[in-house]
């Protein structure tokens, strides 16, 4: 203990006079943090020095192979095919996953993914698949791959025994305001990625009022960042900044995203959902092989929509994975929360813009999220949301839609809905919704046209 | 807990992003610290974000309130006279503190002098008083009081009791690389100070190889911090620079530098060593109100030695605390350390640099130090350098003379010890010994005649 110790304390002086640690050095501390030789106060020094000096690509690639080795990286080579997924850094009403794993299966493109809870305004897919009576996420290896090569697609939750290293060192980040930087953010995220047995992997990066990143610039060096790694590990990744300026799409809270996932799937949906899910799903398509631009990848998505093949994909995982498939053909039978309350407009005006973190606030209040990693969530609480940047209110209108079983939080989120909405007289510039795209190439200005 | 850890995390965002904390926000943070309410790995967060976003003075200030008031405070207003303390940052073969300790009690002001063990290179008082065989410097509080009223002086140890945040704070800083910060060393120095019950402080701020800050203008800001602090509790506070780019003097070693010491109580002793002596006894003597100026006070200072009372409160301090005061008589009396021996110059040339640190670390390696708070000194152990900076050698002339009970370490540190003396053909530029004086005007030159 004594040397190692040591040890220690010249790589964290190092990080703190702004020099780079080698790879073995990153290696070696996180071996020994995972293995309990370096107590958490030294580790929470180095993040903190990492965080104020930053961290350069190689270190960025060092930290996440520790994390990602510290646990079970899954092999799926034995599977036909590029395997595929997506990752988003996480926004209010973002359903996309549950829209775009069935439409990329069903175009031939293996979908192994392992999807987290939300937390904090941010909600989760786990929650989300947890809404369907019956649906298991929890499995073991050889199921997950028993799924995945019998549909091309599987929906897991994160164990244990996938980066434990980064569970540990977030769950220290947390504690020590040392979350936000991207190096740590970065390897967190890939960490787990790289963890699935992807080839490839499609990325969401969020900015805007309802996203952790508020600012687009954080966003695109996050986006590159997480597109280095991604690379560096072999992986073909490719980003998309996509603004969550208000939420997507118009159902946030976990049964009412399904809900509104199955519209989309049956051909309905926000246009705005649609928009980001199928060049998501386009992107992966085109990753997995199936087409030979992410444009017609995109073109893909929308028939597979419209052939009914991803509807049926989706049918059919629910079933394998033990969920009530009656829900998804006929939601209307799922029972509703107690209250369902609207929320009408005080005023004329057009709505110039929405305030999407407290939006995501009050579907957590609501029941939909949790405020702690132990709380449950409630499947039916949530929003339904009826208007939307550029739209123009007559007052008593409706805005908003609640569900919730919590009597006592309507008149208080009543109010805090009413704030978070913005009206002006005159009409605001329309929001762009996905704005760059980022790959080993670099940045790019998303023109849909010139995809 | 819960409310108290979501604080902490805010109190070390705060800080991460640049922004100042309240006093208040410092107070509780320490004291919850303290009391066991914040885990380590926060408090080393907050320490590595405040080491590399500074704090100001304010901060600092607070810091300093916070960790003096986590101890007792001693209350020394019922002795008549400004009691008056001087504090080094820490040196090789500066054994100021034996020389002017009964010199200023002996002009009239009354010192409480606390003082501290050696750790690394640099020496300590406590571990000089302790080789003066019976010489006792745990003590309660009451006979620290007693002694003090009866002499003008006393020599104590650093107890439990002063400052435990400090105590606490430090021994994580060293383990989790966030010591060499100034705000933190400043505040660290002055909560100790500021609990012997002084009005007011002489510091000698030691640059060069053998100091802890090897650079001058650290060493000067450093200063300044201190100087603010201790101008901000209220006591008048002196700060001088002092070269340590070689030993003080020319012993190293505990006993070596008490007999040194008592050579220039006797009227004797090295030039560079008595002038920095006499001014800080001075600076003392002039801020205890016993003299107009600090160069009147250092006049006052050379004849508290010529006219013996310098030496006569010497012999009744080491008898009233246990000291066998017939070594101080006799020095000679005192055993010798098994193994003496010569180093002798390998060729011709000026002395031109003195690496002081390697010089400090082989008193260190001969006995005379310890690597660990654990380890014992040897008080028999160290050096006696014969030739400093400017000397000409003559090859096979004697540099340095080792005195140690460990036989097998002697041809090693022989090796080291030549190596530490760069000499030159040519006579390098005299040391300037005292630099600067730092008061609450500002940082001013220090040339002797214009004091």
Redesign the interface.
């Known amino acids: 203990m004594a040397s190692s110790?040591f040890n220690v304390?010249?790589l964290?002086?190092k990080k703190?006079d702004g020099n780079s640690l080698t790879e073995s050095e990153i290696e070696q501390l996180i071996d020994a943090y995972t293995k309990d030789l370096i107590?958490?106060?030294?580790?929470?020094?180095f993040?903190?020095?990492a965080?104020?000096?930053g961290m350069n690509a190689g270190e960025t690639a060092a930290l996440t192979n520790s994390m990602l080795n510290s646990g079970i990286v899954v092999d799926l080579s034995h599977i036909d095919g590029i395997k595929v997924d997506k990752h988003s850094t996480g926004g209010v009403g973002d359903k996309t996953s549950l829209i775009l794993a069935p439409i990329v299966a069903a175009c031939g493109v293996p979908v192994p993914m392992i999807s987290g809870r939300g937390l904090g305004h941010s909600g989760g897919t786990l929650d989300k698949l947890q809404s369907i009576p019956g649906f298991r996420v929890d499995m073991k290896l050889s199921r997950y791959k028993e799924i995945i090569e019998k549909h091309n697609l599987v929906l897991a939750g994160q164990t244990e025994e996938i980066a434990p290293a980064d569970k540990r060192l977030y769950a220290?980040r947390d504690?020590?305001?040392?979350v936000e930087a991207i190096p740590l953010i970065a390897s967190s995220i890939m960490s787990k990625k790289l963890a699935e047995g992807i080839d490839a992997l499609v990325l969401d990066i969020k900015f805007g009022s309802g996203a952790f990143m508020k600012d687009q610039n954080d966003a695109i060096r996050l986006a590159e960042t997480l597109v280095q790694i991604g690379e560096q590990f072999g992986k073909q990744t490719v980003g998309w900044l996509t603004s969550m300026e208000q939420p997507l799409g118009n159902a946030v809270g976990n049964w009412l995203e399904v809900k509104e996932s199955i519209e989309c799937l049956r051909g309905g949906g926000a246009e705005d959902l649609l928009e980001v899910t199928h060049l998501l799903a386009g992107t992966m398509i085109w990753l997995g092989g199936k087409a030979g631009t992410a444009e017609e990848g995109t073109e893909l998505s929308r028939q597979a929509i419209s052939n009914g093949t991803a509807f049926q994909k989706w049918l059919d995982i629910v079933e394998e994975q033990g969920g009530d498939s009656s829900v998804i053909l006929n939601p209307e039978t799922y029972p509703d929360a107690k209250f369902i309350e609207n929320i009408t407009s005080g005023q004329d005006g057009y709505v110039s813009g929405i305030d999407t973190y407290s939006i995501g606030m009050a579907a957590l209040e609501l029941g939909a999220g949790r405020k702690t990693k132990e709380e449950t969530t409630d499947p039916q609480a949530g929003l339904l949301i009826h208007r939307k940047t550029g739209d123009y209110l007559k007052k008593g209108e409706t805005i908003v839609t609640l569900y919730t079983n919590k009597k006592e939080e309507i008149p208080e989120i009543t109010e805090n809905i009413r704030q978070a909405y913005t009206l002006t007289e005159s009409s605001p510039d329309p929001i762009d919704v996905i704005t760059h795209r980022v790959d080993k190439e670099g940045v790019h200005e998303y023109r849909p046209k010139s995809l």
Chains 1, 2 share one sequence.
Do not use: E, G, K, W
Request: no cysteine.
């Open positions: 110790s304390v010249s964290i002086r703190r107590p958490d106060y030294q580790m929470s020094a993040l903190m020095a965080f104020l000096n220290l504690v020590t305001a040392t």
